[in-house]
């Protein structure tokens, strides 16, 4: 079974740099998508952590193997007159008919979360996330947050809806691996994470949690939802070539 993980997690990794190239060069239709919110009236102190997160829910898969790519994501905001860019990983969610858990986990190498999950799964999934360490002190209220980046399948008429969310950790850690995120809200597909917390939540880290963003601390791992927003998913042919 590792050997079969392994093999899987190479392939997938490998998918991932060549779905990069694809994209650099204009061989994919990507649909862009951003998101407009705020954080709330809490001040963060500085050396805090916020941990940007977000989730998608993918419509069109019908139990077929169907593998959503996502890149060129930001999270922009402007503190005390100064803009701030959060640059936030790219993602590949493979929805997989012989997938029986769901699992994520970061690529240092191409700068990837990589998702696999049963392709007869229909809720949240985690999309992507990134820490960010204050620099200062920050205010309550800033307004606007953007988050935008852009979606494309190796599958046509897929669509989806996304949000985002971010909360405050007092710790984290600069390893992505080590935050131990959950993949899907389900409470059991994801072991060891076998509980009702949102996709998305740094497992690892909860008991670091406090308020401010867009959470309150105590069991709001993630924080609380943006609005939502719906795209009609970009084709990307498997191996490439245009459109």
Known sequence: MKIKSAFLFSAVVALAVGILAQNAFGQC??????????????????????????VIKVGGVNSRPVTIFYGGASVNFTVNGNPVNVNIPAAIIMFSPSATTASTSYDAGSDTWITVLP??????????????????????????????GEFS????????QWQWASAVYTSFSNDPNAAGVKAVDD???????????????????RSFVIGGTRGGGGSNFTGSYSGTASVKVGYCPPGGGKD
Request: no cysteine; aromatic share 14%; charged share 5%.
């Open 187 to 205: 409470n059991k597909l994801n072991p060891p994470y076998l509980n009702s917390d949102h996709a998305g939540t740094p497992e690892n880290f």
């Open 29 to 54: 239709t990507t649909t862009p998508s951003a998101i407009n919110s705020n954080f709330n009236g809490t001040p963060i102190a500085a050396n805090n952590y916020i941990w940007f997160n977000s």
């Open 153 to 160: 399948s190796d599958t046509v008429g897929i669509s989806a």
């Open 119 to 148: 392709a007869d799964y229909s809720g949240n999934v985690f999309l992507s996330g990134a820490a960010y360490q204050l620099p200062s002190n920050y205010p309550g209220g800033i307004n606007p947050v953007i988050w935008s």
